[in-house]
């Protein structure tokens, strides 16, 4: 493409309009043009440009003097990045409910479309069980036309997405600040608060580190353990990166079996040896605190789309159901079990402590539940159920003795549908000797959503703390 000189800098905009968006893509698209361009003009335009069009953010394009050079144009999806530049202004939230197996269908396969970008904050799972889909502005009315003719029920759940993610955006983060649970809070600010414990306790914690994500980040964790040898918790958060109340409600726990001088708490904490991996997908929560407040995935590049979902890549009926092998999807499976590195390593080290291991909790977000297994109909059901679901519901009464959050106790495929490839069927699957093996909806039920207020960071912690003392005296009887 020529370019004249002299046009060049007053029909910059009529240029740009002129590039064509070849598909979507979960981050960028390379496009390359070749420009003639005067040194007089490209003087005036050694600083980075910057142009917003039709939702999509061409970043920084770099002139230098030269009269012909090729320049890159990234383009990002319709979903920015969280900044100053890229908001999420009267982006809405819709919750959908489908009420035949037509509309379920329907909806799966809207789930599946990567040309229209919704963002699907609930898995699409049974009929009867509610659907929440993140809107952008342009695509509105679009959507709201297809609930129409497809006849969906439906309500408009969150308004002006950006509206809650004002309020719930972190303070500035320095490795020297305080964790007090106030806030939401970066990797680094995590990591260098489990060296303080380390630190203030070092004849109880032992750091432990069991690999590197994709991007060389640690994966970190922490061994509590207060005497001899006993039954070991494993309690993993963070595996979806958007799911910030996750990694904040296990630091939470972890502090307080630390440091809580509540009988009930001491007597629970002391009777088992613990680990605690806050944050299972580092580099999908770098990037929700830098880029993309809603990413969920890994961050391993897919040919043109980035990530896996961590939680459909486990070694144990991954790609039966609910999972997805298109790459450019949230529920993308990965190439094949365990292509994630961050699910490899936790799967090897989990593997070191099968023989004790007695209780596996994953924590997520949200909807408020505690779910049994599996995530897969058909299967044999877990031994002594019976036994499982009724330590569930008595987890779920202390859970609501605080505040009265009500948490609903039933199986995966039960109340979310089926989903396959994930880190409590492996556990359970694999060593089938762990007795007890639960995967935790942290809140809300939908009406903050991801974007739950930080000041419900330590009620949330709280009535979960309370849910386990109940949880594990009822181990014990």
């Known amino acids: 493409m020529h370019i004249e000189s002299g ?33 007089t003009c490209t003087s005036n335009l050694d600083h980075p440009v910057h142009y917003k069009h039709n939702h ?5 394009v770099s002139f ?3 009269s012909s050079f090729l320049f890159f144009v990234f383009i990002t999806t319709v979903f920015p990045a969280n900044t100053a530049s890229n908001r999420f202004d009267n982006f809405t939230v819709y919750r959908v409910v489908p009420r035949t197996s037509k509309q ?6 809207l789930q599946e479309n990567t040309i229209d970008n919704y963002n699907f904050w609930t898995d699409v799972g049974a009929v009867g069980h509610p ?18 003719t497809q006849r969906f029920e439906y309500k408009l759940w969150i308004n002006n997405v950006q509206r809650l993610l004002d309020a719930e955006k972190p303070q500035a983060d320095n490795r020297a600040r305080a964790v007090d649970w106030s806030d939401y809070y970066n990797l680094e600010t995590i990591y260098h608060w489990m060296d303080k414990l380390n630190e203030e306790y070092p004849a109880t914690v032992t750091p432990i580190v069991i690999g590197y994500s994709y991007e060389k980040r640690e994966i970190r964790g922490i061994k509590v353990s207060f005497g001899a040898t006993k039954k070991t918790v494993f309690i993993e958060g963070g595996m979806h990166a958007r799911e910030w109340i996750s990694p904040a409600v296990v630091t939470y726990i972890l502090n307080e079996i630390l440091s ?18 806050p944050v299972c997908n580092p580099d999908g929560y770098v990037y929700t605190h830098s880029k993309n407040r809603f990413w969920r995935k890994t961050r391993k590049p897919y040919g043109r789309c980035y990530g896996a979902d961590p939680n459909r890549n486990w070694n144990f009926l991954w790609m039966q159901g609910g999972a997805s092998n298109d790459s450019c999807t949230e529920t993308f499976a990965g190439s094949s079990p365990f292509s994630e590195i961050e699910v490899k390593n936790l799967a090897e080290f989990i593997g070191t402590i099968a023989n004790t291991l007695e209780t596996y909790l994953s924590f997520h977000s949200y909807s408020q539940l505690i779910l049994t297994l599996y995530g897969r109909k058909g299967l044999a059901l877990p031994k002594k159920l019976d036994q499982q679901l009724r330590i569930a519901r008595a987890a779920a009464d202390g859970i609501s003795f605080r505040y009265g959050t009500i948490f609903r106790v039933g199986s995966i495929v039960g109340l979310m549908g089926v989903i396959s490839g994930t880190s409590v069927d492996y556990v359970k699957g694999t060593y089938k000797k762990v007795p007890y093996v639960y995967a935790i909806e942290l809140r809300d039920q939908g009406r903050c959503g991801f974007v739950l207020p930080k000041q419900q960071i330590i009620p949330s912690g709280r009535e979960m703390l309370d849910g386990l003392v109940r949880m594990f005296r009822e181990i014990g009887k």
């Open 260 to 277: 809580s001088n509540d009988g009930e708490v001491r007597e629970m904490a002391e009777s088992r040896d613990w680990y605690f991996f």
């Open 7 to 39: 046009s060049l800098c007053t029909k910059w905009s009529k240029f740009i309009q002129k590039l064509k968006y070849l598909g979507k893509t979960e981050q960028y698209r390379l496009l390359i043009y070749t420009l003639d361009i005067n040194h």
């Open 131 to 148: 659907v929440d889909i993140m809107v952008p502005p342009n695509l509105k009315s679009k959507f709201l036309n297809f609930l129409s």
């Open 104 to 109: 379920l269908e329907i909806l799966r396969r």
């Open 56 to 60: 999509f953010n061409l970043l920084q």
């Open 64 to 66: 230098s003097k030269m």
